[in-house]
């Protein structure tokens, strides 16, 4: 079964928990501000826990966290 993962304006949620690149809590903030963050850092916004309230986000390299994901199953 393949898990859809919600990558920057794929984001449904208008408030996400975001964890930095560097794995610091960064709070939680509008998706807007969130995207905006990862942009100005060439990353891109990942949603990793959707069914929390509100749904957990990290800013990181799409292609690092698919790389991260095939390696972990």
């Given at each position: 079964m393949?898990?859809?993962v919600r990558?920057?304006?794929q984001i449904r949620?208008?408030?996400l928990r975001v964890i930095g690149g560097d794995g610091s809590n960064l709070g939680v903030m509008p998706r807007e501000e969130a995207i905006r963050l990862a942009e100005?850092?060439?990353l891109d916004l990942i949603?990793?826990?959707p069914g929390?309230?509100?749904?957990?986000a990290r800013i990181m390299d799409y292609g690092k966290y698919?790389?991260?994901e095939s390696k972990r199953r």
């Open positions: 393949k898990i859809q990558i920057n304006n949620a208008t408030e100005g850092q060439d949603e990793i826990s929390t309230v509100p749904p957990v698919k790389y991260q």
